[in-house]
């Protein structure tokens, strides 16, 4: 079974720039996180989809970051515009009813706003 | 809020010593415990997990035990290898929800 795919897996830009990064979960998988994980801190839920609807977005900056998850499988989240506080890893995560809810991680996105 | 509180690194050990990361809760009503590990250059993978008091999750010879009483899932091994250098990162997931919260990690290293 293919696990969860991440692209790109790293990215440098100026502040001020924008970025895209795209996930796509496990086959099946109805849920779909993006969780930010900066240096030497654990991730951080940005945003959770459950098919393509938002369930918590709660902690997303919303006046720079947006996500969409069209026909509920693969996602992509956009930062716009950058700013050096978003360095970090981005991890998209999935997971369904069957596996226990248990969430599988990509390999995540490097970011890094200079 | 629910928060996670783990033990700060690095923990520098030797070959077959023993292992203990401490990790304590907060949590309303009865969330579901986790460890998870990120090897170098890897991404996180699901150690071992716990859903309710008393549960012992064991996977690769580490353990941990869901201790409501105190708000703790410490990990432990009894004898590391090289091999088990990572970061290690206590989560919860609360009641009702799907999300993870994670602790901040903790560095394992396991000299030969």
């Known amino acids: 079974e293919a696990g969860v795919a991440q692209s790109p897996r790293y990215k440098i830009i100026e502040k001020r720039q924008s970025v895209a990064f795209w996930c796509n979960p496990i086959?099946?998988?109805?849920?779909l996180y993006w969780y930010q994980q900066i240096l030497g801190q654990g991730p951080k839920l940005l945003i959770q989809f459950q098919n393509n609807g938002v369930v918590d977005d709660s902690q997303l900056p919303k006046d720079r970051f947006s996500a969409e998850r069209l026909k509920g499988v693969d996602s992509t989240l956009k930062i716009q515009p950058a700013k050096l506080e978003d360095s970090a890893v981005y991890l998209c995560?999935?997971?369904?009813?069957?596996?226990?809810?248990?969430?599988?991680f990509g390999p995540g996105t490097r970011l890094t706003v200079t | 809020g629910n928060s996670v509180t783990q033990m700060e690194g690095p923990v520098t050990l030797s070959e077959e010593a023993f292992l203990t990361i401490n990790c304590t809760y907060t949590?309303?009503?009865?969330?579901?415990l986790f460890w998870y590990v990120q090897y170098p250059g890897e991404g996180l993978q699901l150690l071992l997990k716990?859903?309710?008091?008393?549960d012992k999750g064991s996977n690769k010879g580490f353990e941990a035990t869901y201790r409501k009483e105190t708000t703790s899932f410490h990990l432990e091994k009894g004898s590391v290898q090289v091999s088990d250098s990572a970061v290690y990162f206590c989560a919860l997931r609360g009641t009702g929800r799907r999300a993870l919260t994670f602790g901040s990690g903790t560095r394992l290293q396991v000299q030969p």
């Open positions: 086959s099946g998988h109805a849920t």
């Open positions: 995560a999935s997971s369904n009813t069957t596996a226990g809810w248990e969430q599988y």
């Open positions: 716990a859903t309710k008091a008393d």
């Open positions: 949590a309303t009503g009865y969330p579901s």
